[in-house]
């Protein structure tokens, strides 16, 4: 386990956000508390309760381990891939061109 004596998760809320597309107003709204808190939060100068964290990981259809995936030890350390985080959101074409580009590079390694 990673020896930090405080867990600090904002960056990790702030790029799911980010990678969603919503904005710290919006995400505020969504989960229904104010963008002050949101914003405390991103900072590490607050820290989310349960309820929040299980209203955010709702909202993105994602899991606590894509919050805490850093401080926690698992068989298969991976990163998170923010980036991807939004292929659902993605039209039928757009998937379909993501998919044939990483079948090309996984072919070519």
Known sequence: MRKNSTIKIGKNIQKIRKSYGYTQEKLAEAIECSTRYISDIEQD?????YENLVKICNLFKIGLNDIFSE???VQEKKEIP????GFNTLDKEDKETIEHLISYFNKNK
């Open 45 to 49: 100068n607050a820290k989310p309760s």
């Open 71 to 73: 401080f926690l030890d």
């Open 82 to 85: 923010y980036s991807l985080v």
